[in-house]
């Protein structure tokens, strides 16, 4: 199973609402990341989980709240968005042989596309 | 500043002709890499060159890399319009935090 799957595919929220962004891997990889896709960009880094352990933080806004429970899954939740924070969200996910080792090649869900009202 | 730019930002050929895209970068790295992506879709990984390795195919992909010049070209030779995608490199610095960098992209368009 070579598959990174993200649930929902599309997601509309108001600015109150929270919500939950999930990705699942079982290619037994052991780093995680989450990127932010605006159109015709190219993906910006949020978070990296390395061994289910937050290794990067990319300065993200607090209404962006990453949890990995386990080496499998990957959650991002929401609260209070803004309209900005409307775009493509990709999960990804690498093999890391050890912790925060080289970045080899990454594996991509197929997004979440996000709209913020 | 972003590590990978790339050039051109859009390309436009017909079915048969190659393809070739540029990326440059700023640091050391340990690897470059290049992934495709179709409109709103994931990406998907392509080819895996090292910063000790000059040159790798895959298929109907070349890829060179320059370190000298901090540079990098990925050729799809033939082209097929299911190749009319956006092309990022990504590269993964020596030093600094461990995670890719992305390259801005190039679009390409290819008639049929």
């Known amino acids: 199973d070579t598959e990174v799957t993200q649930t929902p595919k599309h997601l509309v929220m108001g600015m109150t609402n929270k919500k939950s962004l999930k990705c699942e891997q079982h290619?037994?990889?052991?780093?995680m990341y989450w990127y932010k896709q605006k159109a015709k960009k190219p993906p910006e880094l949020m978070f990296v989980?390395?061994?289910?352990?937050?290794?990067i933080n990319e300065s993200v806004p607090s209404r962006f709240s990453p949890e990995c429970p386990n080496s499998s899954l990957l959650n991002l939740h929401l609260h209070a968005l803004q309209p900005e924070d409307s775009a493509l969200y990709l999960c990804?996910?690498?093999?890391?042989?050890?912790?925060?080792?080289?970045?080899?090649?990454?594996?991509f869900g197929p997004g979440t596309r996000l709209l913020v009202l | 500043s972003q590590q990978g730019e790339e050039d051109p930002q859009a390309l436009s050929i017909q079915e048969g002709e190659n393809a070739t895209m540029n990326c440059s970068y700023k640091?050391?790295?340990?690897?470059l890499q290049w992934y495709r992506q179709n409109s709103g879709r994931g990406l998907v990984h392509l080819i895996l060159?090292?910063?000790?390795?000059r040159e790798k195919h895959s298929g109907r992909l070349r890829v060179t890399l320059d370190t000298s010049k901090k540079s990098s070209s990925l050729l799809i030779t033939a082209s097929r319009a299911a190749d009319t995608a956006s092309y990022f490199c990504?590269?993964?610095?020596?030093?600094?935090?461990?995670?890719?960098?992305f390259g801005s992209g190039t679009r390409l368009q290819v008639q049929p």
């Open positions: 990804a996910s690498s093999q890391e042989l050890r912790r925060d080792s080289g970045r080899e090649t990454q594996y």
């Open positions: 290619m037994g990889h052991r780093a």
């Open positions: 989980y390395s061994y289910e352990k937050l290794s």
């Open positions: 640091t050391s790295i340990n690897n």
């Open positions: 060159i090292r910063s000790n390795e």
């Open positions: 990504a590269t993964d610095a020596r030093t600094g935090r461990r995670a890719l960098t």
